[in-house]
């Protein structure tokens, strides 16, 4: 099998990578985090310099007629940098109900740059399960009315539109009667408290106050968004896998660097093979990664694959965000060196999406319902 990128997506990758590599170093990072959480000329740039947001939309569109594949080369150039602009929630998520619900419009302004989304789906007591919503939306003459909480709304912030799901009907954990809506951030009724991250970026809690929305603010069919909503959540979670690829790799890499600098006794720390052995097992874990996240876009939209990489992949964050912290001493958890950032970063995602647990266990579910 041939798993090499074509000429379109090794451009893709490699513009994206030297536009990194100059102008998103740390401290341009670190002035952009304490400052808004993003900037909006870097975003006009990914648009309008790069073309990286038409990357995974049909030429039709004005994409480059890509799809999950480059959304996975671009999460994991944007991780190696901890890129905090909302790719995931923008061009992934937002772009990915847009396409499925046929709303062209949302489609080309996203890829203009003028529109960012931001996903409202988690709710205070739902523990990652996408159908636990006591978010309720009521017919309102020719629109709906929204009444509800929504928690850590990742980019809430800065985003022009939120997308939010809402029970329409059923109870409160059935997957029937989930409806999808994009609301403009500034709508009647929007109430937002928001604030900074532990990995630099910005999220929300979003209350609806009976907040009116017109009629055409709904995505898809009442009732029956479920299905919709479960596989575009599978999809950036696959390209979350994507971005821990490229943290992993730069831990492993900050993390041997370093050790080739440290002296302990006369001699460069990464000389002391039991150093050298946990290095391997960083390194191990980021191409067994790469394997995973590659895997899990490939077989899209097969749950199981996605949580058998999210779970891999969890644990693999997690042991290569303590070894680097660990082989840095001290030094690793301040401000001033980057791999403290990068081990807060591969902290956040662990849990996004569901974490390593969750997802073991939706494996577990999804393996022995098919064996079954």
């Known amino acids: 099998m041939d798993f090499s990128f074509t000429e379109t997506q090794t451009m893709v990758r490699d513009t994206l990578a030297r536009f990194l590599a100059d102008r998103y170093d740390h401290e341009t990072r670190m002035k952009i985090s304490r400052a808004d959480g993003w900037s909006p000329n870097i975003w006009k740039a990914f648009a309008e310099e790069l073309g990286i947001l038409a990357a995974p939309f049909a030429e039709s569109l004005g994409g480059l ?28 998520i ?17 890829i203009a740059g003028t529109t960012t989304t931001a996903f409202a789906w988690a709710e205070p007591k739902g523990r990652f399960d996408p159908a636990n919503i006591a978010t309720a939306a009521k017919k309102s003459g020719g629109g709906w009315t929204l009444s509800g909480h929504k928690a850590v709304v990742r980019d809430a912030p800065f ?6 799901t809402a029970r329409t009907g059923g109870g409160q954990r059935e997957q029937a009667g989930v409806s999808l809506f994009l609301v403009e951030s500034g709508a009647k009724g929007v109430v937002r408290r928001d604030y900074p991250t532990v990995d630099g970026g910005r999220a929300s809690e979003v209350y609806f106050e009976n907040a009116e929305v017109p009629g055409d603010a709904l995505l898809g069919e009442a009732d029956g968004a479920f299905p919709l909503v479960s596989r575009i959540i599978d999809e950036a979670t696959t390209a979350l896998c994507a971005e821990a690829v490229g943290v992993l790799r730069e831990l492993h890499r900050q993390t041997q660097d370093y050790a080739q600098q440290r002296k302990q006794f006369g001699q460069p720390i990464s000389k002391f ?5 946990r290095m391997v097992d960083m390194f191990m874990e980021a191409e067994q990664a790469a394997s995973m996240a590659l895997m899990a876009t490939l077989k899209l939209p097969n749950p199981a694959a996605v949580s058998m990489a999210k779970a891999k992949i969890g644990k693999g964050l997690t042991l290569s965000g303590q070894e680097a912290i660990q082989i840095h001493g001290g030094m690793g958890m301040t401000d001033e060196l980057a791999v403290g950032h990068y081990f807060k970063r591969a902290t956040m995602i662990e849990s996004q999406f569901g974490n390593t647990d969750w ?14």
């Open 65 to 92: 007629g890509g799809g999950a594949v480059e959304n996975m080369i671009v999460m994991e150039e944007l991780g190696k940098a901890l890129v905090l602009e909302p790719y995931l929630s923008t061009v992934v």
């Open 94 to 110: 937002g772009g990915g109900f847009a396409r499925e619900t046929g709303r062209t419009d949302l489609i080309e302004s996203i």
């Open 159 to 164: 985003a022009s539109h939120l997308i939010v």
């Open 273 to 277: 093979q039991v150093l050298q052995h």
């Open 359 to 372: 997802h073991l266990q939706r494996y577990e579910a999804l393996a022995f319902g098919e064996a079954a």
